[in-house]
């Protein structure tokens, strides 16, 4: 295994805060458990906080990435939550977060699991030389892989919160995930790969968000003038499509969603110390499959439940609920030092 670690580069007026980027090389004969292998494939991280700390992996969904923060770049995916003096606090945390694989100029489509996902981390923090994360926190995608993690490798993690992620993929979700990579699949097959993304992302985000939000945003907005023009829902969601063109590629987008579906613990596997937060307008993951892996957990701190408008999308949305249960998990680290944690 060969890899390549840049510099680090300080962030912060205080010299003890930097910013480290990874780039780890994967072997070429690394399989998944597909038995299919990544040639040349790179699992890119970023280490961000204190030079000494606890260490806490942060994860989100299949658009998010090891950029959980702010940089020179713009905003990170969960800005908000990540930073010094935040829920995640950077001050005190030293926070590692990584790109999901496959890449995404990937020329075939491959069948890559969540313990597949929790496989490549253990090869990650072994490159770094950490034997154990003192927390996982993972959201959406992220939280499952952080119980396959809590699953697969139980004497290297001290405790997990997950956040609208379960033990499992429910019916329903597979369902419109399906329809998502068939339009992905046609994509390819017919050369418009972007618009398919495009249009995948709109269906995705009919799923992410709630029934009530989309009410109280364009119930009351004024119809189309003509047939086959755009109601107001629909000029929404044409917008984030467009946004979304370049941010992902067909393949990578199918490999990932079928990861989801893919995706089952054992949660009376989970060991560690267990934060269970959920939303009840969640309609790809439903609270009451958070409640199973909340009941069957043998080391459940916490239950956290919340309604919201913003359905599968909380974790990104709702700052007090989702800090407050970060804050309640988080606690025993900023209350000990980090050796003190991991034994």
């Known amino acids: 295994m060969t890899a390549v ?6 962030t912060s007026s205080a010299s003890s805060l930097a910013t480290r980027e990874i780039v780890l090389s994967l072997p070429d004969d690394l399989r998944l458990a597909s038995g299919e292998r990544l040639p040349h494939a790179t699992l890119r991280a970023r280490l961000v906080g204190p030079r000494q700390g606890p260490l806490v992996v942060v994860a989100g969904g299949v658009s998010a990435g090891r ?14 939550a990540v930073r010094a003096g935040g829920p995640l606090d950077t001050a005190r945390l030293r926070v590692l977060a990584f790109d999901w694989l496959p890449e995404p100029d990937i020329d075939r489509v491959v069948t890559i699991t969540t313990h597949d996902q929790a496989r490549l981390l253990a090869l990650l923090l072994d490159h770094l030389r950490e034997p154990v994360i003192e927390a996982f926190v993972g959201a959406s995608y992220g939280g499952c892989v952080g119980l396959a993690f809590a699953e697969s490798f139980p004497a290297r993690i001290g405790r997990l919160t ?7 993929a429910h019916p329903m979700a597979t369902a419109w995930r399906g329809v998502q990579r068939r339009l992905l699949a046609l994509g390819l097959e017919r050369g418009f790969e972007t618009e398919a993304v495009a249009l995948s992302r709109e269906l995705a985000m009919t799923t992410y968000r709630s029934p009530e939000e989309f009410d109280q945003r364009f119930g009351e907005a004024r119809s189309a003038v003509a047939a086959g023009e755009d109601f107001a829902v629909c000029a929404y969601l044409r917008a984030r499509g467009e946004a979304y063109r ?25 060991a560690c110390p267990l934060t269970v937060a959920a939303v009840e307008s969640d309609r790809l993951v439903p609270i009451e499959d958070s409640r199973v892996l909340a009941a ?4 459940l701190e916490r239950l956290v439940e919340a309604t919201s408008l913003f359905g599968h999308d909380a974790f990104l949305k709702e700052r ?13 680290l900023y209350a ?8």
């Open 67 to 80: 950029r959980v923060c702010d940089d020179a770049e713009g905003p990170g995916w969960w800005s908000w």
């Open 296 to 299: 069957a957990a043998p080391r």
């Open 5 to 10: 670690t840049t510099a680090p580069s300080l």
């Open 246 to 270: 370049g941010h992902t590629s067909a393949r990578r987008w199918i490999a990932l969603s079928d990861s989801l579906d893919r995706h089952h613990v054992e949660p009376a596997r989970i």
């Open 320 to 332: 007090a609920f989702v800090g407050d249960a970060l804050l309640s998990a988080l606690s025993p």
């Open 162 to 168: 997950v956040i609208s992620a379960a033990h499992r």
């Open 336 to 343: 000990c030092p980090s050796q003190e944690i991991a034994a």
